[in-house]
T-cell receptor
Framework: DSGVTQTPKHLITATGQRVTLRCSPR?????VYWYQQSLDQGLQFLIQ???????AKGNILERFSAQQFPDLHSELNLSSLELGDSALYFCASSVDTESEKLFFGSGTQLSVL | GESVGLHLPTLSVQEGDNSIINCAYS??????FIWYKQESGKGPQFIIDIRSNMDKRQGQRVTVLLNKTVKHLSLQIAATQPGDSAVYFC??????????????FGRGTQLTVWP
């Protein structure tokens, strides 16, 4: 168990809908990272937050947004969903902003039908 | 696309043998490397990391070797066990156009251990 908690584990929704994925980092970790994993793209970095503030952006679509709350949990919002958004979404956390020793949650499997 | 790649997408070994998983990277400025193991239905699990000022680091049954001259990283697993069957990812920390480094992941190698 990595100590990173993600909910829900599975999400099935329809195109055009909006969903929210939730992540609680390991105790003491201030950085939260979101990754998307698909068969053809591998693990793709989406966005990083540190202590409530956005620190880095990767390949995140404009339809997607995230935030980190004062209690350090994070939410990834995916809107106007398309079939191609179906993927595993992972949250990871680390102590600081240096992208070292990221600890990953078990992921949310999103299926857009 | 990502600069980190793997020489072989699949590797099959017999239980008890040693496994070597290779990884090539193209960014000579990368200063930190890390290996993850991902079992089916689970998130990537940290195995071992190494900084660019080192060429070898050992953990429990695992060793990571870094050859900066040829930009090559390898993960050696001693006495491979069935529980080692998983997809193994290498990642490098790069600073492409930013002062804040982030991890770039390779595609992964599927390791299968036969009894």
């Amino acid at each position: 168990d990595s100590g990173v908690t993600q909910t829900p584990k599975h999400l099935i929704t329809a195109t055009g809908q909006r969903v929210t994925l939730r992540c609680s980092p390991r105790s003491g970790d201030l950085s939260v990272y979101w990754y998307q994993q698909s068969l053809d793209q591998g693990l793709q970095f989406l966005i990083q937050y540190y202590n409530g503030e956005e620190r880095a952006k990767g390949n995140i679509l404009e339809r997607f947004s995230a935030q980190q709350f004062p209690d350090l949990h994070s939410e990834l919002n995916l809107s106007s969903l398309e079939l191609g958004d179906s993927a595993l979404y992972f949250c990871a956390s680390s102590v600081d902003t240096e992208s070292e020793k990221l600890f990953f949650g078990s992921g949310t499997q999103l299926s857009v039908l | 696309g990502e600069s980190v790649g793997l020489h072989l997408p699949t590797l099959s070994v017999q239980e008890g043998d040693n496994s070597i998983i290779n990884c090539a990277y193209s960014n000579s400025a990368s200063d930190y490397f890390i290996w993850y193991k991902q079992e089916s239905g689970k998130g990537p699990q940290f195995i071992i990391d190494i900084r660019s000022n080192m060429d070898k680091r050992q953990g429990q049954r695992v060793t990571v070797l870094l050859n900066k001259t040829v930009k090559h990283l390898s993960l050696q697993i001693a006495a491979t066990q069935p529980g080692d069957s998983a997809v193994y990812f290498c990642a490098e920390r790069g600073y492409r156009g930013s002062t804040l480094g982030r991890l770039y992941f390779g595609r992964g190698t599927q390791l299968t251990v036969w009894p």
